[in-house]
């Protein structure tokens, strides 16, 4: 029995070894996480696997048969080992160092790959653009710049970068001239060969294209949408695959893409083109490389969106076999970055609530703490696949994870002014608990409930510095730690000056967009887009560019504060013939008188303009109260215009202008009150309430003024009142 069990172990001892001599031997520079797929896949197609690269974050090191604690730049060191090791392959994925050094070993060993120009021209910036230019391929303008070179381009904006880095490092746009040296500086610095680039911004949504080459002939995989962190320094935050494209656009861009692989002389392994697609569908080019895309844009997300096997296509074409390429199997895929903790409170839903769409999870530090300035000190990331771009975007996008803005009903309280005629009495919505308050406390509230119900993750609000709705939202995105952008009307305001609110809004961090009257459309679809390009799904507060759309959502808050009016009437035995209030947009002008329509009464609201023309205001007013039905499938009186009033004759000069008369009420107020007003809302339309009622006589009468906020404008009134 001894010896048969001996012949028995010598057998499997000589068939191991022989097994052993035949095995397919690969070589792989480099180790990290992007690396890990292709020593996997390797692995699985029965290489033997023998890997380069430093200890430090060789993560893919556990994976090798055989891992050589060699730095990937260290070609000739690498060179000794591999004419040992005698390979049928060498290859890399997601790193233009590392190509170039598989590159070398693979003319030095006499396998398959590209030429050395082509890895010249596909990692070093300068040279690609050259050769493109040569080839008839439009570019941008673009210069190198040496250590103790400038340049000077003829326009702004232009992109700063190393020639020769890749993963985001260095990138800036620069904007204003004075800028320009210290980002060459910084792009230098990075830069193996001490040089950067300078060209032309290339304006347009970012994609990239998935390619495999077998001797000279290129097969498109995919086009990624990309998405990225923007001005400056263009970080990717996020990528979606297949990108959302027409048929047309589509074919544009495969035979674009195709003739810049053969500008670089690409003729065999993976290649993953960047470019951008402006809004008149124009493609260029911004650099391409002779490898898989990094961001697991090839490793994970191609075989997850099309079913090809990517990966197993750089081994073969390494090899010198072509790509085995199947018919595909139509999924969407994508990857996230993890770039702050609404991020990794995502991941942490989904990981509950839809596990089977999470494909993978790597985290590598602290997301806290992380300091990101480019793509090698992001955290994290996951992988997610659906099956329709709806699924998707509901899975990418969950909207605010809370609503920290509460209300309550508001006092009703009676006031010791007298006009010798009417009593009056005053609701004060600017006691809200929430950013100064205010009646926009309850839109902001309103907002934050519908983007929960959209999925909408940022915002962008409309008005000016004086606007109490401008401070509240901006405080509200800060506090939920979301994109803010405002547009900025400059045409609003005569004088260009700090104001409280001002300097609350510029705390909280907005995205400023000023614009005129005219160009307010074009600005709302510029930050539409600008955050679109950032990986966000945006909540304007209007509704579409032109400001309609979303009347309703405000209207519905103070629809509910008529019901809070009714109640307090109801408890304490009074009936308000009029409410005045300041109307500026007109939204709670309407939700009020929504309201009061459904409860059929014939109380008159008045809303005294602080800045629109009466006609203007009441067709904005019918139109909201119209829309409103339509929604909520209510039935209008066919007097419906008869209860609108709205007047614009205490405007006293325009918006934020002021009269004496009105400053000395103000003062009275509050000596008499201890209420604050300003003079742009709640002082202005104080003041339009006591010569309405004497301009037409009115008396006898229980008269509501809803005090609509604003308190921060009243210490300016304190400010203009010293200076």
């Known amino acids: 029995k001894l010896l ?55 993560t893919g090191a556990e994976d090798a048969d055989f891992f050589y604690e060699i730095s990937i730049v260290e070609m000739d060191a690498i060179l000794e080992e591999c004419r040992k090791i005698k390979p049928d392959a060498v290859a890399t994925i997601g790193s233009d160092l590392a190509n170039i050094t598989v590159q070398y070993l693979a003319e030095k060993l006499g396998l398959p790959g590209n ?65 320009l040296p210290a980002a060459i500086e910084a792009a230098i610095t990075q830069s193996f060969e001490k040089k950067a680039i300078v060209e032309e911004y290339i304006s347009g949504a970012e994609y990239s294209v ?67 697609i402006n809004e008149k569908g124009e493609i260029r080019i911004i650099e391409i490389g002779s490898r898989m895309g990094g961001d697991c844009i090839g490793s994970d997300l191609v075989p997850l969106s099309t079913g090809q096997d990517f990966v197993g296509m750089v081994v073969d074409t390494a090899a010198g076999n072509p790509p085995v390429i199947k018919a595909n199997e139509p999924h969407i895929s994508a990857i996230r970055f993890l770039m702050n903790e609404n991020d990794l409170r995502l991941l942490n839903d989904i990981k509950q609530n839809h596990p089977s769409n999470l494909k993978k999870v790597v985290i590598e530090g602290d997301v806290k703490t992380a300091s990101i300035t480019d793509s090698g000190s992001r955290p994290g990331f996951f992988i997610l696949q659906a099956e329709s771009y709806e699924e998707m975007e509901t899975l990418l996008h969950h909207g605010p994870w809370e609503n920290p803005i509460h209300v309550f009903d508001t006092p009703v309280q009676k006031l010791r002014y007298n006009d010798g005629k009417n009593t009056f009495f005053m609701k004060r919505d600017d006691l809200l608990p929430f950013a100064f308050g205010g009646n926009k406390v309850r839109f902001a509230r309103k907002f934050v409930e519908d983007m929960q119900e959209e999925h909408c993750d940022s915002m962008i609000i409309y008005g000016n510095y004086h606007s109490n709705l401008c401070r ?62 950032k990986g966000y799904k945006p909540y304007y507060i209007y509704g579409n560019s032109r400001g309609q759309g979303r009347e309703w959502v405000p209207m519905r808050s103070y629809e509910a504060v008529y019901d809070e009016i009714c109640c307090y009437e109801n408890r304490h035995g009074v009936h308000f013939d009029y409410i005045f209030l300041a109307s500026s947009t007109n939204v709670t002008q309407s939700g009020l008188l929504a309201g009061s329509l459904r409860q059929g009464d014939d109380r008159r609201i008045v809303g005294i303009s602080v800045s629109r023309n009466a006609a203007r205001g009441r067709e904005v007013i019918t139109g909201n109260l119209r829309e409103y039905a339509e929604k909520f499938h209510r039935t209008l009186p066919d007097d419906l215009e008869d209860h609108i009033h709205f007047t614009d004759s205490y405007m006293e000069g325009g918006y934020g202008a002021w009269s004496e008369p009105a400053a000395d009420l103000i003062r009275q107020i509050y000596g008499s009150e201890g209420i604050p007003l300003d003079m742009t809302y709640t002082g202005k339309a104080f003041y339009g309430m006591v010569k309405y009622l004497e301009e037409n006589q009115i008396q006898g009468k229980q008269i509501l003024f809803l005090h609509t906020g604003g308190t921060p404008l009243f210490f300016d009134f304190l400010e203009q009142e010293d200076k």
């Not at 992007?34 to 060789?58: D, N």
């Not at 596909?122 to 190198?144: D, E, H, L």
Request: charged share 25%; glycine share 6%.
């Open 210 to 276: 998935e390619t495999i080459s077998y001797q000279g002939k290129h097969t498109c995989l995919a086009i990624t949408r990309k998405f990225t962190t923007g001005s400056p320094h263009y970080i990717e935050v996020g990528h979606l695959q297949p990108a959302p494209l027409t048929d047309d656009i589509r074919k544009q861009v495969e035979e674009t893409v195709f003739r810049a692989l053969d500008a670089l002389g690409v003729e065999f392994g993976a290649g993953h083109s960047e470019l951008r």
């Open 4 to 58: 048969q069990a001996s012949e028995e172990f010598l057998r499997l001892a000589a068939f191991l070894m022989l097994e052993r001599i035949v095995m397919k031997k690969i070589v792989i520079i480099g180790a990290n996480d992007f690396q890990k797929p292709l020593i996997q896949k390797a692995k699985e197609m029965g290489y033997e696997t023998h890997v380069f690269a430093w200890r430090e974050g060789a």
């Open 115 to 179: 030429s050395s120009e082509c890895i010249r021209q596909s990692t070093n910036k300068y040279a690609m653009r050259s050769a493109f230019q040569k080839a008839g391929i439009p570019v941008p303008y673009f210069a190198c710049v040496g250590e103790g070179e400038s340049v000077e381009p003829e326009h702004f904006p232009v992109i700063v970068k190393p020639t020769d880095r890749s993963g985001s490092r260095a990138i800036t746009k620069v904007t204003d001239p004075s800028e």
């Open 472 to 533: 509240i939202l901006a405080t509200l995105c800060h506090e939920l730690e979301i994109p803010c952008y405002m547009v900025h009307n400059t045409e609003d305001i005569k004088e260009d000056r700090e104001t409280s609110n001002s300097r609350i809004i510029r705390q909280m961090g907005v995205v400023e967009i000023p614009c005129g009257k005219a160009g307010i459309a074009a600005a709302v679809e510029q930050a539409m887009a600008e955050l679109r390009e």
